[in-house]
């Protein structure tokens, strides 16, 4: 069983920063596919971000491409996610995510999910 244990977000004006950070337990790092999802208010959960295992390599979405950038530190066994240039169309709940192998793309089928930290960006 895989533990994701989220902290950071909150509020910031239109082209702010904003850092989120999520620490895994329960399995050992390197065989999970770690990344994440948002859900914005009556909108479906859509991915972010993902590291293939083992943090090889990361695959933005188009929307936040170039805006944030994901990091991991493996001996603390914690993801971050830099958030940069944030718009109000970023605001949503930030879901880190994660699934034995290679974490995908579609919210139905990821394994583990943490609880959700709101990101709320003001124009």
């Known amino acids: 069983q895989v533990q994701l244990e989220e902290s950071g977000g909150g509020f910031v004006q239109a082209g702010g920063s904003v850092r989120l950070s999520c620490t895994v337990s329960g399995r050992t790092f390197s065989d999970i596919g770690m990344g994440w999802f948002r859900q914005a208010p009556g909108k479906e959960r859509e991915f972010v971000a993902r590291?293939?295992?083992?943090?090889?390599?990361?695959y933005y979405a188009d929307a936040v491409e170039g805006r944030f950038t994901m990091s991991r530190d493996n001996a603390k066994n914690t993801m971050n996610l830099q958030m940069n240039s944030l718009q109000p169309e970023d605001t949503a709940v930030y879901y880190c995510a994660a699934k034995i192998g290679t974490l995908p793309t579609r919210s139905g089928d990821v394994e583990y999910w943490g609880q959700g930290t709101q990101v709320t960006v003001s124009s």
């Open positions: 590291f293939g295992r083992e943090g090889t390599w990361k």
